[in-house]
């Protein structure tokens, strides 16, 4: 056991690492895509995931959720190997049922989106909801049987395959549907691939159709499936209502704008094995514990993510042009609300509760936040335009998480003002917005951007700003590295 509290940081680390390739790598993906394919094509390109995204969530019913309760939580290996064979037997079946219901779908969202090329990839919607659902499972997996280093690679090669197709298609003159075609069968390669990785590091899986464990994990996933098709559609409401009130062109200006950049890749790794801990220690009712834990890794993930934040919002249009072109520079306004948007990812507010199986006032609050989000959408576009969807975006968010959080302090029986490090969050804040006014307004006076570009003045800028900050905060990220790693130690 000890062996295994010493590796959380770790793994943590080791994942972020790896998701810090994948996420550059995507990014990269995101850059060419923007830049070789035309907006008209970029903004079907996003049509079509958003399509994926949300009948995935719709139908899956919060399935993969359950994979760290169920597969943390057994007690032998033949409860772990007969939850997966479960596991897997219903999410195939439920992905090719999604699968199903697209393709019927296709008018309809023709209709919506006002664009007839959605026609064109019927088999896209056919097989991609699989592909996705499988693949995405290996992560929550890898983790609970602790093979990160299998993990990694996985990642990678994945994420390298899919901008190889990029190149490929570029190269020989190929056209949008022949990228498309290629990235689906990426897709299904590496979807099958998991099946077989996941047989030979388990006792084995099979066909299984296990009425009462069926019904445990549908008992439990529903909830948080529910509270997950709120929160996706929460996610994806904005390009919605775009996609609905404005052209393709102006759809694939907006994606972009909104794409979540990979900062956010510090708080996915480390709640990924933090959650199956925080598990194990609400079943102990060690909340105490739990909660340092948790606190630990938000102040390490926000650290990071508000030094960025507030570094895409300073130095905006440069980040942009950088990152998808001058075509894209419209969507400044949207992008700097979504980089304040990134302050609230510093952590999953709602892990205490998912752990706690208080899965049903997760999906209450989301709820709340969903109406709230549709609202605000409606009246903030019709107020102030297209940047109207972003900034409910940010309100709903705020509020879910502040909702969350109370309910946290309250199950865990501990006051509001304990159960998160608002101390830590708010220093870290001012510092951060003292050091991004300055930097601001360095730019405007200095005039490397003669000899380096205005992109090259940011970078050099931004370079100097983190140089300063990390020296400032060094001392706060060694202490709560020390603290989440020793915090094992409790399991």
Do not use: H
């Amino acid at each position: 056991m000890k062996k295994t509290s010493v590796t959380l940081g770790n793994d943590a680390l080791r994942l972020t690492a790896s998701k810090v390739i994948t996420m550059i790598i995507s990014m990269i993906s995101a850059m060419l895509l923007s830049r070789f394919r035309t907006l008209g094509e970029y903004g079907t390109y996003s049509q079509l995931l958003i399509i994926v995204s949300i009948a995935t969530s719709l139908i899956m019913l919060g399935l993969p959720n359950s994979i760290n309760y169920f597969l943390a939580g057994a007690d032998s290996p033949f409860e772990r190997d007969k939850f997966l064979s479960v596991y897997y037997t219903l999410s195939t079946f439920l992905s090719f049922v999604i699968g199903f219901v697209l393709v019927l779908s296709v008018p309809l969202l023709e209709s919506y989106f006002d664009n007839e090329n959605i026609r064109s990839f019927i088999y896209f919607f056919a097989l991609y909801p699989w592909a996705r659902i499988i693949a995405s499972s290996i992560e929550n997996i890898l983790v609970v049987y602790r093979r990160t280093r299998l993990l990694v690679y996985f990642r990678i090669t994945n994420s390298v395959s899919l901008l190889l197709i990029i190149f490929v298609v570029q190269i020989f003159g190929l056209t949008f549907n022949s990228y498309i075609l290629m990235f689906l069968l990426v897709e299904i390669v590496f979807g099958l691939s998991v099946y077989f990785i996941v047989n030979s590091i388990s006792g084995g899986i099979k066909l299984s159709f296990d009425i009462n464990l069926i019904k445990k994990v549908i008992t439990f996933s529903i909830p948080i499936g529910l509270a997950s098709v709120v929160g996706t559609l929460n996610y994806n409401l904005d390009q919605l209502m775009v996609g609905k009130f404005y052209n393709t062109e102006q759809l694939a200006i907006y994606a972009n704008a909104g794409r979540e950049l990979p900062i956010t890749i510090v708080t996915t790794s480390i709640v990924a094995v933090l959650l199956p801990v925080i598990v194990r220690l609400i079943k102990k009712q060690e909340y105490k514990i739990a909660l340092k834990l948790w606190g630990n890794s938000i102040i390490l993930s926000y650290v990071v993510i508000c030094f960025f934040a507030v570094g895409f919002f300073a130095f905006a249009p440069d980040v942009m042009n950088l990152l998808y072109s001058e075509k894209y520079l419209p969507g400044v306004p949207i992008f700097r609300v979504y980089s304040l948007v990134l302050l609230l990812r510093c952590t999953y507010f709602g892990i205490v509760l998912n752990a706690s199986g208080k899965s049903q006032f997760i999906f209450y609050s989301s709820i709340a936040s969903l109406f709230m989000n549709v609202l605000l959408n409606y009246l903030l576009y019709l107020t102030i335009g297209i940047i109207g969807p972003a900034i409910a975006t940010l309100l709903s968010q705020l509020v879910i998480n502040l909702i969350q959080l109370a309910y946290t302090a309250k199950a865990t029986k501990v006051t509001f003002s304990n159960v998160f490090p608002w101390k830590s969050i708010g220093l870290l804040t001012l510092l951060n917005i003292v050091l991004g006014i300055a930097f601001y307004y360095l730019k405007g006076i200095l005039t490397i951007d003669l000899s380096l570009g205005s992109i090259g003045e940011s970078v050099f800028l931004g370079l100097l700003w983190g140089v300063v900050y990390f020296l400032v905060v060094k001392n706060e990220v060694v202490l709560n590295w020390k603290l989440l790693n020793n915090g094992g130690n409790y399991q």
